[in-house]
């Protein structure tokens, strides 16, 4: 897995979903047989404000996925996690959203900036 921080900006309440393509230590693309446990993590100005475990079945694909939801390259990803949002995150703030996933290979994280705009208040129109 590269080394380079995902990002993204989303408004208040948003869903945001979250892609990589995780490669092993030994160069394979990483798949469920692979994966021992996976936990992802909203991180902000506090520390962490939110943690869930995640089920491999539903977030990691065996084959590189080349669908709309990617396009970074013609390669594809086999990591893809959306994230509701409602009740984790404000609008007006900045988090990092950690991705800690157990191989039998070792520990890869897959980590993303997200800022959250605030939605414009009857008031403000």
């Known amino acids: 897995m590269s080394q380079r921080i ?3 900006e989303i408004d208040e309440h948003e869903h945001v979903t979250l892609m990589d393509r995780v490669v092993l230590n030994d160069g ?3 798949t469920q047989a692979d994966v021992t446990s996976i936990t992802v993590s909203v ?3 506090e520390g962490i404000e ?3 475990t995640l089920d491999k079945t539903a977030v990691v694909f065996d084959t590189l996925q080349t669908d709309g939801y990617w396009n970074a390259d013609r390669l594809g990803y086999n990591l893809r996690y959306t994230l509701d949002t409602e009740n984790i995150m404000a609008g007006g703030r ?3 959203v950690i991705i800690a996933i157990e191989t039998t290979f070792g520990p890869k994280y897959s980590k993303y ?3 959250v705009r605030d939605l414009p208040t009857v008031d403000s129109w």
Do not use: F, I, P
Request: net charge positive; no cysteine; proline share 0%.
């Open 6 to 8: 995902g990002s993204a």
């Open 28 to 30: 394979a693309y990483m």
């Open 43 to 45: 991180v902000g100005r």
């Open 50 to 52: 939110h943690e869930n």
């Open 94 to 96: 900045q988090y990092m």
């Open 113 to 115: 900036q997200v800022k």
